[in-house]
């Protein structure tokens, strides 16, 4: 078998033809820019994330930036971030002027709260979550940790939407969630794409006005402000895909059911939490586990014709010594020398994920 990490093209080709009479609908319209297909979408994410404001924005790092820049943070103020995430997540809150305060990641990836107190000074502001993989971070533990030192808490859910932790949607637990919707993402547009969301309506009003020339509801302008829109066209289309995006969440999950069933008696893997209940209900953006001999296994899978990924190239944030850190890391080091992920996506068979498997199994055998 021949099995892509992620088949790009099969997300317009598998529904061609809606999407073409999308196309044609929209621009016969000539509704390209803040028109009623967005208002429609950025209503529907409202309703299925339940908040009260969210914002189509063009990609998911602008979607930091202007909500870091709503909450005032800038020259000066720290914010503290795991090092096991992308390096947008970092740059949103360098290109804002504050610093960046890296801590660690846990056994299962996610940010370290047991890693987060001690690296709070006078000069922090806020702690950044990073919601990976479609797994909500425990966010329990970071808000009792924000309110006992007064901090914001401002979420990326980049690779959060539809995940869930105590029935409360990524993203709406802190001041402000954002969201990518770049292709591979959980609900992907074609070509980048973001959102925002807040349940404050004075942070709302901010964000409003941060993402059109800082333009108000008449046309005035009262603010600087930036250009990132969503526009029109993606916003059609991603409206059209949330309609049958619980259909996507429930297929996500039996492939993680597949890999937990078929690879859970090896025990030279670690493997991502089950989806079954608890707190947390994930949706599997991608299916990331820790192996012993990863790189041979990595070598291995592709010469059987199947395609992994080390996350974010194999980097974590702190690794990047050109852009000034020397933070020691030791857990998430160790985490990134085993880490690999196994395809993940809606156009994946049964079958080939059964093969996957089988691949694992003959390779530690």
């Known amino acids: 078998m021949k099995i ?51 914002f189509g924005l063009a990609n998911g790092t602008d979607a930091l930036i202007i909500g870091l820049k709503a909450m005032g943070i800038g020259e000066g103020d720290e914010v503290i971030v795991p090092s096991h995430t992308y390096i947008a997540s970092a740059a949103s809150i360098h290109l804002v002027g504050a610093k960046v305060v890296l801590c660690e ?7 370290d709260v047991d890693d987060i107190e001690h690296r709070i000074t006078e000069s922090t502001k806020a702690i950044m979550p990073v919601h990976i993989n479609g797994r909500v971070c425990n966010m329990d533990r970071i808000n009792m940790i924000a309110n006992k030192h007064n901090l914001l ?14 029935g409360i949607s ?57 250009n990132s829109r969503l526009d029109n066209l993606q916003a059609a289309i991603l409206h059209h895909k949330l309609k049958t995006y619980d259909m996507d969440i429930k297929r996500r999950r039996e492939i993680a059911l597949m890999y937990e069933e078929g690879l859970a008696a090896l025990n030279q893997l670690s493997l991502p939490v089950s989806p ?19 790189d ?6 592709l010469d059987k014709g199947i395609s992994t990924i080390i996350q974010w190239a194999g980097t974590p944030v702190h690794q990047f010594k050109e852009l000034g850190f020397d933070d020691v890391l030791v857990k998430t080091d160790a985490f990134f020398n085993e880490c690999l992920m196994l ?3 809606m156009g994946i068979t049964d079958d080939q994920v059964r093969y996957i498997i089988d691949q694992i199994h003959e390779f530690y055998r």
């Open 296 to 301: 041979e296994l990595k070598k291995f899978l």
């Open 276 to 294: 079954g209940n608890g707190d947390n209900f994930d949706v599997y953006q991608n299916y990331e586990l820790r192996a012993k001999s990863r």
């Open 153 to 166: 808490v401002v979420e990326d859910a980049a690779q959060g939407f539809g995940a869930k932790y105590k």
């Open 170 to 226: 990524a993203g709406a637990f802190g001041s402000f969630g954002t969201i990518s919707f770049y292709p591979a993402k959980l609900l992907g547009c074609f070509g980048d794409g973001g959102l925002i969301m807040t349940n404050d309506s004075e942070v709302a009003e901010k964000i409003s006005l941060l993402r059109d020339h800082g333009r108000n509801a008449n046309g005035d302008v009262v603010a600087w402000g930036l």
């Open 105 to 111: 990641c846990g056994n299962d990836g996610m940010m």
């Open 4 to 54: 892509p990490f992620f088949p790009y093209s099969e997300l317009y080709l598998n529904n061609k033809d809606e999407y073409l009479k999308i196309f044609d609908d929209v621009c016969s319209r000539g509704a390209y820019i803040l028109q009623k297909d967005l208002e429609d979408f950025e209503v529907a994410c409202q309703k299925f994330l339940n908040v009260k404001h969210a």
């Open 343 to 345: 395809p993940m996506n």
